[in-house]
T-cell receptor, first 113, second 112 residues
């Protein structure tokens, strides 16, 4: 059974810092991996999708990397802002079909002004 | 705005009561999903529907039933609610599993 772990569970940093969120998964046979953002009381917003054949994806100040062989992904946030405060979730798609995603428990991020 | 709409947003049930959570999407997606989110547990898949007319169990299906009413709508039913079903329920849809994976804003359910 695929398991997804996110470290750290919580993180608080001053505004302007660069930071890295970590995600690991136990079965390297994944189709793709996604990073989501969740604001309090809200649904999830997809940030970045990395296909299994890709090594990284970038969107603005966000960069996600994937090392499938080692079962790891990182989300790099550059020049953090208070508006980046949210919970960040990593999810893997095991088979590429419509069977749903396997999620980590998330990293709760607070950016201090 | 286009997206996934869930109703109701909040609900309190007594143990043993039944209810149906509604979900509708207007993006013409084939696949729809129901997840529950519990503190310390992350999101877990309850049921999914890969296409209209099909439904399949996810990781935690016990105590739930689903209906894919048409391409737009996917409902989740609790026949006899239990306190263990207190959770936040999210509906999602996608065409393929990619950037268009869209979540609703959730239903916060409390069973007392």
């Amino acid at each position: 059974k695929q398991e997804v772990t996110q470290i750290p569970a919580a993180l608080s940093v001053p505004e302007g810092e660069n930071l890295v969120l970590n995600c690991s998964f136990t079965d390297s046979a994944i189709y793709n991996l996604q990073w989501f953002r969740q604001d309090p009381g809200k649904g999830l917003t997809s940030l970045l999708l990395i296909q299994s054949s890709q090594r990284e994806q970038t969107s603005g100040r966000l960069n996600a990397s994937l090392d499938k062989s080692s079962g790891r992904s990182t989300l790099y946030i550059a020049a953090s802002q208070p508006g980046d405060s949210a919970t960040y979730l990593c999810a893997v798609n095991p088979q590429g079909g419509a069977d749903g995603l396997t999620f980590g428990k998330g990293t709760h991020l607070i950016i201090q002004p | 705005n286009a997206g996934v709409t869930q109703t109701p947003k909040f609900q309190v049930l007594k143990t043993g009561q039944s209810m149906t959570l509604q979900c509708a999407q207007d993006m013409n997606h084939n696949s729809m999903y129901w997840y529950r989110q519990d503190p310390g547990m992350g999101l877990r898949l309850i049921y999914y529907s890969a296409s209209e007319g099909t439904t399949d169990k996810g990781e935690v299906p016990n105590g739930y039933n689903v209906s894919r009413l048409n391409k737009r709508e996917f409902s989740l039913r609790l026949e006899s609610a239990a306190p263990s079903q207190t959770s936040v329920y999210f509906c999602a849809s996608s065409e393929n599993v990619g950037p268009d994976y869209t979540f609703g804003s959730g239903t916060r359910l409390t069973v007392v």
